[in-house]
């Protein structure tokens, strides 16, 4: 696997496994919110280091985060 992950299972093997972090509802909801949000810090952080398409790819991920949450 490479530093950025290339499709779902890779993004959330590096959230769950290698960052420790839970995919919670409200965890997914604040960061979807947050990567939509281009005046925060971090959202802009993150697009000056990864890159805009990455962002959008992200937001992809958590979404699918999202819908698998709710079923």
Same mark, same amino acid.
């Given at each position: ?15 769950t496994?290698?960052? =420790? ?7 997914? &909801?604040?960061?979807? +919110? %947050?990567?939509?949000? #281009? ?11 990864? =890159?805009e398409a ?5 937001? &992809?991920?958590?979404? +699918? %985060?999202?819908?698998? #949450?709710?079923?």
């Amino acid at each position: 696997m490479s530093v950025i992950p290339a499709n779902y299972d890779e993004w959330e093997h590096c959230i769950t496994v290698s960052c =420790g972090i839970p995919l919670t509802t409200s965890f997914v &909801a604040r960061r979807i +919110e %947050a990567l939509n949000n #281009l005046r925060d810090h971090h959202t802009s952080k993150f697009v000056d280091t990864w =890159g805009e398409a990455h962002r959008l790819q992200t937001i &992809a991920w958590f979404e +699918e %985060a999202q819908r698998r #949450l709710a079923s």
